[in-house]
């Protein structure tokens, strides 16, 4: 005879606040506190194009709540520790296994503080009287513009990842690249702009100071990539396939795209039908293409007999 005893009875008259069906778990609080301090950094890179260049289409009022979310993330680490150690203690549980890396956590949250510690320095200049000349801000706007917000969508993806615990290593990527790219052409305007005299160079130190703050928050934000995608691998994130890519296609659809026949030993149907062999034909899904005689070779394709 088996018995089986309930606790949760008990529990619950001894500790009224606590149930023991719906438990609270640490490392999911830290789960999400990570991914979740992720994207206030992410709104506040992105909000920081606005108030720094601020323009008709972004104002300062619509941007400044967005820029200051980064301030939590300061005091966010007694937190985390906590919440790591106790996660440690936990069984398995929902989307996560027995041994599921709650170490790495920690890491991760350690660059978005240190980034949000940069950030701290670049809000600076946005509130600082001592400006760069508009004449040299407008040369440097556009990458600048650029990498904040590139560097927002990176975050922004690396975030996403971690909330569903899926693998987006293509968005991200091609988000911080982007990112690097702007980096290059914002060297080039500051090369092109620099002054010829003394005071001209005094004037636009803060300009320059400021570019190159952001330059080392787009460094962070591919550090903190590198770091999930460290950790997507400990914990066994699913991959995913590129987001441009129809539903509908499948991976399959990636590779061919061919026809399935049977083999015809005669003119006869029946005998056709009954035939074990079949011919299996693929298409090389290249676009055309005309030879040095103009003549359109089109798709080219092989034939298979099983």
């Known amino acids: 005879m088996t018995m089986t005893i309930d606790y949760s009875h008990w529990w619950n008259n001894m500790h009224p606040c606590v149930d023991l069906r719906f438990p609270v778990w640490a490392g999911e609080d830290l789960h999400k506190m990570v991914a979740n301090n992720i994207i206030k950094l992410a709104n506040s890179i992105e909000g920081f194009d606005g108030e720094y260049f601020p323009s008709s289409e972004k104002t300062s009022k619509e941007t400044n709540s967005s820029v200051r979310e980064y301030k939590s993330i300061l005091t966010s680490k007694s937190t985390e520790d906590t919440l790591a150690n106790l996660a440690r203690w936990e069984p398995g549980h929902g989307r996560f296994r027995l041994r599921h890396p709650w170490t790495k956590y920690l890491k991760i949250a350690g660059l978005v503080r240190q980034c949000a510690i940069h950030f701290e320095v670049l809000n600076g200049y946005v509130l600082s009287d001592a400006k760069a000349p508009q004449d040299f801000i407008s040369k440097i706007q556009e990458p600048c513009s650029i990498m904040s917000r590139e560097a927002g969508e ?39 702009s620099f002054p010829e005299t003394e005071k001209d ?20 934000v591919e550090k903190i990539s590198e770091a999930v995608d460290e950790f997507s691998v400990l914990a066994h994130f699913k991959e995913n396939l590129d987001p441009k890519l129809s539903p509908e296609l499948g991976q399959h659809h990636l590779l ?4 399935v026949k049977p083999v015809l030993e005669g003119d006869n149907e029946e005998e056709c039908n009954n035939s074990p062999h079949v011919v299996i034909a693929v298409h090389d899904e290249q676009p055309p293409t005309v030879n040095e005689n103009n003549v359109n070779l089109g798709a080219e394709k092989t034939t298979v007999v099983l």
């Open 201 to 220: 160079l005094l004037e636009i130190i803060p300009g320059v100071t400021m570019a190159s703050t952001l330059i080392d928050i787009v460094s962070y």
């Open 154 to 192: 990176a975050l922004k993806s690396i975030a996403k990842s971690i909330k569903t615990m899926s693998r987006y290593h293509v968005c991200v990527n091609t988000h911080i690249k982007n990112s690097k790219n702007a980096i290059e052409n914002l060297r080039l305007a500051l090369k092109l």
């Open 256 to 259: 061919h795209k061919g026809t």
